[in-house]
């Protein structure tokens, strides 16, 4: 079943023909009981890969406690910033999602959904979501659609440029490149000639 899932009824006939027959050469040579596999092989550039990814992994998934000031007994923990609302990508992933016939892995999801929660902590956004993902020759996309105040720059904008909030400009958009990343780039606000 293992070497031929497709033909593993015919194989079982043969493995049955050929313990009938008492050929263990052939048997053994038939079923690849032989074959040396090193599977449990230690790889240095594999596990410092892992450690990596589960470094970055880890980052998104700690969260401060807050702690009272020990030396002030009526001090009240300090309460971490709201975030705002993010639908929930593992649902979504188990419903929606499959129901277009995507599925990004439960793992993914949870990454995802973190990697998002830091980014609405970092950025401001008063909404955000998960836009999409764009597969590229080189990296892929995740990209974050959200509400979020324009950064001030010292820039001079077009007259005819549309204020964030409006228009083209509705929302901002992030892009990252893994799930497992901290990084969002925000995308810049759309021009008129960009259209």
Request: some cysteine; proline content about 6%.
């Amino acid at each position: 079943m293992v070497h031929y899932p497709q033909d593993a009824i015919l194989k079982f006939e043969e493995v049955s023909y050929l313990i009938k027959q008492g050929d263990e050469a052939k048997l053994r040579q038939f079923l690849k009981t032989c074959e040396s596999k090193r599977y449990a092989a230690h790889s240095d550039s594999t596990a410092k890969a892992t450690k990596q990814y589960l470094d970055r992994a880890s980052a998104l998934c700690s969260t401060s406690v807050p702690v009272a000031n020990p030396e002030d007994p009526d001090a009240q923990p300090e309460q971490p910033a709201p975030v705002c609302f993010i639908p929930d990508l593992i649902s979504d992933n188990k419903s929606v999602y499959q129901w277009a016939g995507l599925n990004l892995g439960d793992y993914n999801c949870m990454l995802l959904q973190k990697s998002l929660q830091k980014l609405a902590t970092s950025s401001g956004a008063t909404k955000l979501r998960f836009w999409g993902k764009i597969q590229g020759t080189e990296r892929d996309y995740f990209i974050a659609e959200g509400s979020a105040e324009a950064a001030a720059t010292e820039e001079e904008q077009p007259a005819d440029k549309e204020p964030r909030g409006a228009g083209v400009n509705e929302f901002a958009y992030w892009v990252c490149n893994s799930t497992d990343e901290n990084k969002w780039t925000a995308l810049p606000d759309l021009l008129p000639a960009d259209i």
